[in-house]
T-cell receptor, first 111, second 115 residues
Framework: QKEVEQDPGPLSVPEGAIVSLNCTYSNSAFQYFMWYRQYSRKGPELLMYTYSSGNKEDGRFTAQVDKSSKYISLFIRDSQPSDSATYLC???????????FGTGTRLQVTL | NAGVTQTPKFRILKIGQSMTLQCTQDMNHNYMYWYRQDPGMGLKLIYYSVGAGITDKGEVPNGYNVSRSTTEDFPLRLELAAPSQTSVYFCASREANGNRDYEQYFGPGTRLTVT
């Protein structure tokens, strides 16, 4: 079993839709949870970061972590064509050196 | 700041050839990483370093070598290239501690094809 599971998609939604992207993880020791966005032929860049359980909002983006069910979510409101990218969830144990990444979900927002 | 830079952007290698992928960061980050990304497979950690002179294996180190003689540079060496090493390679760095020690900064990637 992979430590972090993520549906690879692709996920196609119309402009303005609410998007829900999800990951599950198996290691209860994970404490830091991140979402990276990767545009085609570019390197990933950090989008959202959450420590432990709870919600975090930044503009149209909301990151949610439920440690009891080991579930990580990213919600995108009023989705735009510029949101079309691959979204990777990532986790970390404490101050450990390494991140564990999901496989990424490819999102396409259509006009 | 240029951030994390990688060279070359693209390379085609023949089976059995060797090459070095270059990575440089100008943010004075102690931690540096090499990943490979295959379609639909996410990012796999090859090697990482927590400071000059210190390196350690990641998830998929076979067929690769690294060195870290300076804080800025973290080259990845491929010896005896194989078709299985066809991939996109990303270098990343982060600060050791501080307010943003959770954030890894990625370079633009090197697309490598081995034929």
């Amino acid at each position: 079993q992979k430590e972090v599971e993520q549906d690879p998609g692709p996920l196609s939604v119309p402009e303005g839709a609410i998007v829900s992207l999800n990951c599950t993880y198996s290691n209860s020791a994970f404490q830091y949870f991140m979402w990276y966005r990767q545009y085609s032929r570019k390197g990933p860049e950090l989008l959202m970061y959450t420590y432990s359980s709870g919600n975090k909002e930044d503009g149209r983006f909301t990151a949610q972590v439920d440690k009891s069910s080991k579930y990580i979510s990213l919600f995108i409101r009023d989705s735009q064509p510029s949101d079309s990218a691959t979204y990777l969830c990532a986790t970390r144990i404490g101050t450990a050196s390494k991140l564990t990444f999901g496989t990424g979900t490819r999102l396409q927002v259509t006009l | 700041n240029a951030g994390v830079t990688q060279t070359p952007k693209f390379r085609i290698l023949k089976i059995g050839q060797s090459m070095t992928l270059q990575c440089t960061q100008d943010m004075n980050h102690n931690y540096m990483y090499w990943y490979r990304q295959d379609p639909g497979m996410g990012l796999k950690l090859i090697y990482y370093s927590v400071g000059a002179g210190i390196t350690d294996k990641g998830e998929v180190p076979n067929g690769y070598n690294v060195s870290r003689s300076t804080t800025e540079d973290f080259p990845l060496r491929l010896e005896l290239a194989a078709p299985s090493q066809t991939s996109v390679y990303f270098c990343a760095s982060r600060e050791a501690n501080g307010n943003r020690d959770y954030e890894q900064y990625f370079g633009p990637g090197t697309r490598l094809t081995v034929t």
